[in-house]
């Protein structure tokens, strides 16, 4: 549970209470003796606004306290240690629907493997981000679901989940420190991208910066699947004619030797937590990278909504290429027009929306999992289990 304080510092939910309080308790009794003559009206006043002001101070740790209990009262399901369970139906046919799609993709990708075939745009979720078509098969429930009747085997693997009573669920006491690093950068970078304002106005450069001179400076990256749309030097003159401004490393790494410099910044990766923001395509895009390294613990329902979206934006990227794509069924978005440059940028914005979402969602989780996680709750966790 995360609470959020208001402008005046306190949590939401306590001033309410305390005004609730200061009226019943001290204002309400205060006016009474005032219209008694007990008290004069200036004495009233000064213990009125002393005694709402000592009572809030005094009662506040109460009064979170309440706010608290209310909430999981509410939101039982986010009582810490508390999981929801799903029978063996239940979770079997999830299972059964997650593979059914997943298969849709992975199907299709090893029988172009088999033949040594390759899909420039759909491929490369494989290929680039390393994910076994096996990995995104599997279905896994995510930290804070139990099952039912599901033995620790090849796929509910002992290094991750724990039996107890019949439930299977994710355990965090099994987390390596190297798995809780992991998760712990991608929360970071998470919170990082999600608290910087997004840019937009790059157009897809990235990808024109990669075949710059490519027939001096080395191979066109797609070259032998894929046409360039124009011809090299006309590829190269737009390239020079503008500063590119990619803000992603990843992207960047794979420039030409000869368009580094044409970038408005000469990206590292140590630097990347600097200049990593919700507006680009690949950094969005690899919300199913980072779902993918958080594995089991976010859950595949997650992970499979990060790959489809991470698909749309693979194909904007590719239709905003200096390639041709029309031989996969794919326009090409001409972003060295004035059209296509607003194209680009309305889907850019519209894929940083619909990125959002999945990015709040991989945070709640990966905080949920780390604080169970942590030392504290790892040496408490262990205590109860031994005795």
């Not at 208001?6 to 939910?13: H, L, P």
């Not at 608290?195 to 024109?208: D, S």
Request: charged fraction near 25%.
């Amino acid at each position: 549970m995360e609470l959020e304080k208001d402008e005046s510092g306190f949590y939401f939910g306590t001033t309410s209470i305390g005004y609730v309080l200061a009226i019943i308790l001290v204002i309400i009794p205060v006016c009474i003796l005032v219209v008694m003559k007990v008290l004069s009206m200036w004495v009233g006043v000064g213990i009125g606004i002393v005694g709402s002001i000592v009572l809030c101070t005094l009662f506040y740790p109460l009064m979170l306290c309440w706010v608290i209990m209310l909430y999981y009262m509410v939101q039982a399901e986010e009582l810490p240690g508390k999981n929801k369970v799903l029978t063996v139906l239940e979770w079997q046919l999830q299972a059964a629907r997650h593979r059914e799609r997943a298969e849709q993709w992975t199907r299709p990708y090893r029988a172009r493997r088999a033949s040594r075939q390759m899909h420039p745009i759909h491929d490369f979720l494989f290929i680039y981000y390393r994910n076994k078509p096996s990995h995104l098969e599997v279905w896994h429930p995510g930290f804070g679901v139990g099952l039912e009747e599901a033995p620790l085997g090849e796929t509910f693997k002992e290094t991750h989940y724990q039996v107890v009573d019949g439930i299977t669920t994710l355990d965090t006491t099994r987390m390596t420190d190297s798995t809780r690093h992991r998760l712990e950068m991608a929360l970071r970078l998470c919170q990082t991208v999600r608290n910087r304002p997004p840019a937009f106005g790059c157009f897809g450069m990235h990808e024109w910066a990669m075949v710059y001179r490519g027939d001096t400076d080395g191979e066109v990256r797609h070259g032998e699947r894929l046409p360039l749309r124009l011809s090299q030097e006309a590829t190269d003159a737009y390239v020079r004619s503008r500063p590119i401004q990619c803000s992603h490393f990843d992207a960047f790494r794979f420039f030409s030797p000869g368009a580094k410099a044409f970038n408005r910044i000469q990206l590292t990766k140590d630097a990347r937590l600097e200049n990593e923001q919700c507006g680009c395509l690949h950094t969005n895009m690899d919300l199913y990278k980072l779902a993918t390294h958080c594995m089991p613990w976010v859950g595949s329902e997650l992970l499979w909504q990060c790959f489809e979206y991470a698909v749309s934006a693979r194909q904007l990227d590719m239709q905003a290429s200096p390639y041709d794509c029309s031989s996969l069924g794919f326009d090409p978005v001409k972003v060295e027009t004035p059209a296509g440059k607003l194209e680009y940028e309305r889907r850019q914005r519209e894929l940083s929306e619909a990125a959002r979402p999945l990015r709040d969602e991989l945070i709640a989780r990966l905080e949920r999992v780390l604080v169970r996680s942590s030392p504290v709750q790892r040496t408490e966790a262990t205590n109860t289990v031994r005795s």
